[in-house]
């Protein structure tokens, strides 16, 4: 059974920054997998923020290119996303998403609060 646990979520002021890190289980490696965070605003629908693909390829949500890292760790079995220059309007739960053997694992989520 694959288990993804995220960590690093926090309040933090506007302009500035968090670290968010999805521990992945050791049933599985993440550089085998495609890995995602996602984010839920209340009231809002999930959307997608970033992704990493095996090839290590990465692509990101408009609304925080430029802001926004997503990164693999291997030694650590983790994907990091590290978020700069943060706004009121990234305040949300941030979950981590694995597509695994054509399913589709998810986190427990980790809340971001940014303040103005």
């Known amino acids: 059974q694959v288990r993804l646990v995220e960590s690093g979520g926090g309040s933090v002021q506007a302009g500035g920054s968090l670290r968010l890190s999805c521990a992945a289980s050791?049933?599985?490696?993440?550089?085998?997998?495609?890995m995602a965070w996602y984010r839920q605003a209340p009231g809002k629908q999930r959307e997608l923020v970033a992704t990493?693909?095996?090839?290590?390829?990465?692509n990101y949500a408009n609304s925080v290119k430029g802001r926004f890292t997503i990164s693999r760790d291997n030694g650590e079995n983790s994907v990091d996303l590290q978020m700069n220059s943060l706004t009121p309007e990234d305040t949300a739960v941030y979950y981590c998403?694995?597509?695994?053997?054509?399913?589709?694992?998810w986190g427990q989520g980790t809340q971001v609060t940014v303040s103005s």
């Open positions: 050791r049933t599985t490696f993440v550089g085998f997998n495609d």
């Open positions: 990493i693909w095996t090839d290590d390829s990465t």
């Open positions: 998403n694995m597509a695994y053997r054509g399913t589709s694992v």
